[in-house]
């Protein structure tokens, strides 16, 4: 069974999936657990230092926003887009080529809040434009494609310098400034970061729950059925790639406001691949399960390297460790990390039914 197959049967509106199993959804708003999320991600600030303000819960915020995109595509829609980073990169790209930057001599000199939404545009339009092409595909056609575009897209930015300046790429990118605050200060962008991760976080549920979502939905479990009944299946597919280009535009445009520059090496094969495998250890049933892959994802990314050193191994290799974890997680749970919580959570209340039929007995 394929992986763009294995989704359309995994993958199933939050709360209904979870009323189906028995399940409380992370999503829903009675839950304790996201409450507690939601406050220590409130307080983070008071509690971190700055490198695990930013490099750790800013990055994982940054690329759980990216594999957010992939996730709503896969698990909504069952199309697996390896582009997504790609889409990313390319916002990120126009920041720099609108915006300001060191290199005068390509960067236009807009001022940032012109620069963001003429990128996110751009994005959003190159994304829908692949998604296009995408769509006239099905299963490993439709991978192979959004891979050729994210490859090309790599290659092309590492041979032209007119506009993407080659190999050494564009850096000392200008980030906001105004009501007399660095919003690339720590605290300030963690902020920023936080609200358009928590923005496209509950945008992704909303859209699930709305009636362009389930009918995509319907197109990812029957598209014959559903263009029976009269919806344009390609259309509802292209659409769903324009939403998700915008959801990882906003993931570039913040990914480049981090580092403060970027160039071919960010948007590389490998790390297209790193997204998928950040959206599949967290769980493409949930719009939570991104985030969670990320966090993981960037845990063992920083202290790998570390560990494998005081193993006295080569710290090259810590890509090793990402690859058994993900390896561990997938042959456990085919939903990943979410997967894994909910069978706890069933077996818990299984447990507990028995032990109240049994005390009933009794």
């Known amino acids: 069974m394929s992986l763009t197959q294995e989704v359309r049967f995994q993958a199933k509106p939050p709360a209904t999936a979870a009323r189906r199993s028995g399940v409380i959804a992370w999503t829903e708003f009675d839950n304790p657990a996201a409450w507690v999320v939601a406050v220590l991600l409130l307080i983070m600030p008071l509690i971190a230092n700055g490198f695990f303000l930013i490099e750790i819960f800013g990055t994982t915020l940054i690329l759980g926003t990216i594999s957010l995109s992939l996730m709503f595509l896969a698990g909504y829609g069952g199309m697996v887009s390896l582009m997504q980073l790609t889409i990313a990169g390319f916002a990120g790209y126009m920041v720099a080529v609108f915006g300001v930057s060191g290199s005068a001599n390509i960067s236009l000199g807009w001022p940032w809040w012109l620069a963001t939404p003429m990128a996110l545009a751009l994005a959003t339009a190159f994304g829908t434009l692949g998604g296009a092409l995408a769509v006239r595909t099905e299963g490993i056609y439709t991978i192979m494609i959004t891979l050729a575009i994210g490859a090309a897209f790599y290659y092309f930015t590492n041979q032209n310098w007119a506009i993407f300046n080659g190999h050494t790429g564009i850096n000392t990118i200008a980030t906001p400034h105004f009501w007399a ?73 913040l990914q480049v406001w981090n580092y403060r520059q970027i160039s071919p090496g960010s948007i590389a094969v490998e790390r297209c691949i790193d997204i998928l495998i950040i959206a599949v250890v967290g769980g493409i049933s949930r719009p939570v399960g991104p985030f969670i892959g990320a966090f993981i994802f960037v845990i063992l990314r920083t202290f790998a390297l570390d560990f494998l050193v005081k193993l006295g191994l080569d710290g090259n290799r810590f890509r090793l460790l990402i690859g058994i974890g993900f390896l561990v997680i997938v042959f456990w749970s085919s939903d990943g990390v979410i997967g894994l919580w909910e069978r706890w959570r069933r077996n818990v209340a299984a447990a507990e039914g028995r032990s109240r039929g049994d005390r009933g007995h009794g």
């Open 181 to 253: 605050v660095d919003w690339r200060s720590d605290i300030p962008f963690y902020y920023v970061i936080l609200a358009t991760a928590a923005l496209c976080y509950f945008a992704v549920l909303y859209v699930s729950r709305a009636p362009f979502g389930l009918a995509l939905q319907g197109v990812r479990d029957n598209p014959r059925r559903m263009a029976a009944l009269g919806f344009n299946v390609n259309a509802h597919r292209v659409s769903a790639y324009a939403l998700a280009s915008f959801v990882a535009g906003l993931g570039g445009v």
